[in-house]
Structures are given as C-alpha cells and as structure tokens.
C-alpha cells in the first residue's frame, strides 16, 4: 500500500529554520516525483517545490526560492524540504505528495495538486514574529 507520511514540522521564530520529511513506502521512490504543498487557514492549497523522478531536477515557487531547498534519498525513500529564513506568512499545513516522473519533463510543468496522486495528511509549521 502506497503511503505518504510527512513529519518535522512545529513551531519556530521568524527567520528559524525547520527541516521537513516526507517517508515514502509501498513504492519505489525512484521513478515519482514529489511535489511540496502548503494550506494556510482560509486559504488554498498552494505548490511549494518540486524533485522529480528519477532526474530529480527542482523547482521551486517564487515566494521560497533562495530559502527552501528540496532533496531526495532514494535508498531511504526520503524527501526532505529544508526550510531557512522562514517567515509567519510561512505558517501551514505542508503535505507532500507523489506522482509517477517524467524524465523527459521538469517536474514543473506538471506537479499541480491535481495532478498528484498519493497524498500524506501534512505536518503543521508554525512560524512565530
């Protein structure tokens, strides 16, 4: 059974930092690419950062870049979102989520919420001013 589980998350100070896990089983990590989303209250689910697969080429949203980095342990069927600088508008549900890669495709192009197929039920972070 494919599953999803994100943890890291909690409460941190303007411009702290928090590192983000995503546990991946059922699946091999390797060929999926995972995608980064967060929902603040009252808000939409917004896309954060993507790793595809297998190129594990990223991306990332205007509103992180040059703070959050993404990575990918395929042996640990890991993916982590490092988050530095972070700010109160920061403050969400973050999930991670999975959808088959495509080598030929930054996952960019394709990494919408709809799109993705397996889900975990996120990790709150809370970022305090």
């Known amino acids: 059974q494919l599953q999803l589980v994100e943890s890291g998350g909690g409460l941190v100070q303007s411009e702290g930092s928090l590192r983000l896990s995503c546990a991946a089983s059922?699946?091999?990590?390797?060929?999926?690419?995972i995608g980064w989303y967060r929902q603040a209250p009252g808000k939409e689910r917004d896309a954060v950062s993507c790793?595809?697969?297998?190129?594990?080429?990223?991306f990332y949203a205007d509103s992180v870049k040059g703070r959050f980095t993404v990575s990918r342990d395929n042996a640990k069927k890991l993916v982590y979102l490092q988050m530095n600088s972070l700010k109160p508008e920061d403050t969400a549900v973050y999930y991670c989520?999975?959808?088959?890669?495509?080598?030929?495709?930054?996952?960019?192009?394709?990494?919408?919420?709809?799109?993705?197929?397996?889900w975990g039920k996120g990790t709150l972070v809370t970022v305090s001013s």
């Open positions: 059922g699946f091999d990590l390797d060929y999926y690419s």
């Open positions: 790793i595809g697969g297998p190129t594990s080429k990223t």
């Open positions: 989520a999975a959808v088959l890669g495509d080598p030929l495709m930054p996952c960019a192009n394709y990494y919408y919420p709809n799109v993705m197929n397996y």
